[in-house]
């Protein structure tokens, strides 16, 4: 059974531009979240998604966005970067219900701002 | 609002030694209790969980938990610790205020291992 892949793993960016992750959950898993990851910050919540629907979102400025289409993978949009934005993101797919089944993590995708 | 502490930010054990990795939670109700490990450069990999029934939890690679309501705690025990057990510890809480939509994660603890 496949596991999350999060594409791409390494990412360099220009301050100011735009960038755009891919997440593709585990099969049969609908629920895809979204996590980042810094040595300052640690691991913060993003967003949740549920059939095409974003359910929960954490404290992020509105830079942050995402989405789900209908085959549950998952995209999250980055605009106007900022070299704080400089993290590993981590996407995890989980049942419905993810805190009875648990949560399954990608390998994250490395952005760098410069 | 929930919250993970996890007061050590380095512990060395020796191969062979015990380990003890501590998780105290913030919580009004029965959380849902996740260990994961995260070794350099890679995502999350999940150890054990709790939700309910019995407090002492066994998961993957040798590793179980104990829950304990009344310390708020939730530690990581491993009777014998090997040198690829080094990595980064998380330990994180679900909230059902959330439909347990995101965990909120401690700050983890990185374990190194002396020969």
């Known amino acids: 059974k496949a596991g999350v892949t999060q594409t791409p793993r390494y990412l360099i960016k220009t301050r100011g531009q735009q960038v755009t992750l891919s997440c593709s959950p585990i099969?049969?898993?609908?629920?895809v979240s979204w996590y980042q990851q810094t040595p300052g910050q640690g691991l913060q919540f993003l967003f949740e998604?549920?059939?095409?629907?974003?359910?929960n979102k954490g404290n992020f400025p509105g830079r942050f966005s995402g989405r789900q289409f209908s085959n549950s993978r998952s995209e999250m949009n980055v605009s106007t970067l900022e070299l704080g934005d400089s993290a590993l993101y981590l996407c995890?797919?989980?049942?419905?219900?993810?805190?009875?089944?648990?949560?399954?993590f990608g390998s994250g995708t490395r952005l760098t701002v410069v | 609002a929930q919250s993970v502490t996890q007061p050590d930010i380095h512990i060395t054990v020796s191969e062979g030694a015990s380990l003890e990795l501590r998780c105290n939670y913030s919580?009004?109700?029965?959380?849902?209790l996740f260990w994961y490990v995260q070794s350099p450069g890679q995502g999350l990999q999940l150890l054990l969980k709790?939700?309910?029934?019995?407090?002492l939890v066994q998961g993957i690679k040798g590793f179980e938990a104990e829950f304990k309501r009344s310390q708020s705690s939730f530690n990581l025990r491993k009777p014998s610790v090997h040198w690829s057990d080094a990595a980064e510890y998380f330990c994180?809480?679900?909230?059902?205020?959330?439909?347990?939509?995101?965990?909120?994660f401690g700050t983890g603890t990185r374990l190194l291992v002396s020969p």
């Open positions: 995890a797919s989980s049942l419905p219900g993810g805190g009875n089944y648990g949560y399954t």
């Open positions: 994180a809480v679900g909230a059902v205020n959330t439909g347990f939509q995101k965990l909120v």
């Open positions: 998604y549920f059939s095409e629907t974003q359910r």
């Open positions: 709790y939700f309910s029934g019995d407090t």
């Open positions: 099969s049969g898993h609908r629920s």
């Open positions: 919580y009004g109700a029965t959380p849902y």
